[in-house]
């Protein structure tokens, strides 16, 4: 939960995790460490919001809204302008990570990298292209296998997220 390289100041936790710690336990412990907590659930019932609330949770929030819904929120919560939020510099790279070889994308790769690291799904990233959900999955398959070859994988998600971030992809 906390690190001095990558202190964490939002956590998003989902309200059902198949654990046996309360959601109030999880909050308070996230709270401990300093980080903000937004609770993400599919149970959204009033008495779930009002345990997560009243734990210390700073916002309840459905998982059936969209991503953008959800960064919104996460920017109020935080304390940036939700219309224009504030462009910040990345947090250091981890000790050797500079001088790591680039793989070369082609524009629809670094498009659809970008816009999929940017929180949006296959599908949104293929309508967002205007191009056959087939295209921006194979899009995204080749951006994994060339990160892949120059020794940086990139096999999930929050792997990809990291990379675009340490060759400047995020906006």
Same mark, same amino acid.
């Given at each position: 939960?906390?690190? @001095?390289?990558?202190?964490?100041?939002?956590?998003?936790?989902?309200?059902?995790?198949? &654990? +046996?710690? +309360?959601? /109030?336990?999880?909050? *308070?412990?996230?709270?401990?460490?300093?980080?903000?907590?937004?609770?993400?659930?599919?149970?959204?019932?009033? &008495? %779930?919001? /009002? *345990?997560?609330?009243?734990?210390?949770? %700073? @916002?309840?929030?459905?998982?059936?809204?969209?991503?953008? %819904?959800?960064?919104? %929120?996460?920017?109020?919560?935080?304390?940036?302008?939700?219309?224009?939020?504030?462009?910040?510099?990345?947090?250091? $790279?981890? +000790?050797?990570?500079?001088?790591?070889?680039?793989?070369?994308?082609?524009?629809?790769?670094?498009?659809?990298?970008?816009?999929?690291?940017?929180? $949006?799904?296959?599908?949104?990233?293929?309508?967002?292209?205007?191009?056959?959900?087939?295209?921006?999955?194979?899009?995204?398959?080749?951006?994994?296998?060339?990160?892949?070859?120059?020794?940086?994988?990139?096999?999930?998600?929050?792997?990809?997220? *990291?990379?675009?971030?340490? @060759?400047?992809?995020?906006?």
């Amino acid at each position: 939960m906390h690190s @001095d390289n990558f202190p964490t100041e939002l956590v998003l936790l989902d309200f059902k995790l198949k &654990e +046996s710690v +309360s959601i /109030e336990a999880r909050v *308070r412990t996230c709270r401990a460490a300093g980080a903000k907590v937004i609770i993400l659930s599919s149970l959204d019932s009033r &008495e %779930a919001r /009002e *345990r997560a609330l009243a734990a210390g949770a %700073a @916002d309840f929030l459905s998982k059936s809204l969209p991503m953008q %819904a959800v960064m919104d %929120a996460a920017r109020r919560v935080m304390g940036m302008d939700v219309e224009a939020p504030e462009v910040r510099d990345w947090r250091p $790279l981890p +000790s050797g990570a500079l001088n790591q070889v680039k793989p070369k994308l082609s524009h629809g790769e670094q498009e659809a990298f970008r816009l999929y690291v940017s929180g $949006l799904t296959t599908v949104q990233v293929a309508e967002e292209m205007n191009v056959q959900y087939e295209t921006a999955k194979t899009y995204l398959r080749r951006v994994r296998e060339k990160y892949a070859k120059v020794n940086r994988p990139a096999s999930k998600k929050a792997e990809l997220i *990291r990379r675009a971030a340490e @060759d400047g992809f995020l906006e």
